[in-house]
């Protein structure tokens, strides 16, 4: 089960890893623009960390607030679940 929650994850991630550094070319050249919901919605069901590298890595969005501070909320919510999760499921230490 953990191996197919990691690959989803690792899935997830190299999405919207993809998805910050194509947008930022398509900023640059003025071309059409990925919505800034979508960076979200594939954040929330799984590709943070892919979302957070690519902001750095790509320098795109950082002067966004919710993207600054949103991603990160968004990663930090996902470990406190999975731990409780994890925790609840594996009986309590």
């Known amino acids: 089960m953990l191996k197919w929650i990691g690959l989803w994850v690792l899935a997830l991630s190299i999405l919207d890893f993809a ?24 954040a929330v069901l799984g590709g943070s960390p892919g979302a957070i590298l690519g902001m750095r890595l790509f320098h795109h969005k950082t ?16 470990l406190a679940l999975a731990t409780w999760l994890f925790w609840m499921c594996n009986g309590r230490p």
């Not at 002067?63 to 996902?78: E, N």
């Open 19 to 42: 998805l910050m550094g194509a947008d930022k070319g398509r900023a640059r050249r003025g071309a059409w623009r990925v919505p800034e919901k979508t960076f979200f919605l594939v």
């Open 63 to 78: 002067r966004h607030w919710y993207f600054k501070w949103g991603l990160p909320a968004i990663l930090i919510a996902q």
